[in-house]
């Protein structure tokens, strides 16, 4: 019990606690993990400056100060989550059209499917005058555009036939 106590009542203990929040926070995006890590924080530095004293005010604060985090940046946290989404006019956009990429995880449609493209797994769709309904993983596609809700426009790359003027022959 005293080895709890003295753990509890640690300002090092407490800053142990933030860092390991913070990496659970990187890992997964658990937003309640940050704010567990600056109630831990919060508790660290009352006990530094000599504000909290023993293990149950020790405690205490950290449920206060994570109670009042959470309903302080709660509102301002999720705001800024839905205001996430891009533009499909955003010209960050512009460097990935014209682009070739991989059907991935079964086939594309013109109701959506996914796509590889420069190694990063993203949501298309395929494109209505591409004259096929569907295509399967390994097909190679040319992105055109995104659409409203955020997906990739693409297309089959069509295999280009080789002309008698292309090829020469060796004797």
Not at 33 to 41: K, R
Not at 71 to 97: C, E, H, N, Y
Not at 119 to 146: F, I, W, Y
């Amino acid at each position: 019990m005293e080895l709890i106590s003295s753990w509890v009542t640690s300002p090092y203990a407490w800053v142990v606690a933030f860092f390991l929040f913070m990496l659970v926070e990187l890992g997964t995006g658990a937003v309640f993990s940050m704010i567990c890590g600056l109630g831990s924080l919060v508790t660290a530095i009352a006990l530094w400056s000599g504000l909290v004293e023993g293990p149950g005010y020790a405690v205490l604060t950290f449920l206060v100060s994570t109670i009042t985090l959470t309903v302080v940046l709660w509102r301002p946290l999720q705001r800024m989550m839905q205001g996430l989404k891009s533009d499909p006019t955003d010209p960050a956009i512009d460097p990935f059209v014209g682009d070739m990429a991989t059907v991935v995880d079964g086939p594309l449609t013109p109701q959506g499917g996914q796509i590889r493209v420069h190694g990063s797994k993203m949501s298309a769709v395929l494109s209505s005058d591409a004259g096929v309904d569907s295509l399967e993983p390994g097909t190679q596609v040319l992105v055109n555009r995104m659409d409203r809700q955020q997906r990739f426009v693409v297309a089959p790359i069509q295999a280009e036939t080789a002309t008698d003027d292309d090829t020469t022959e060796t004797t």
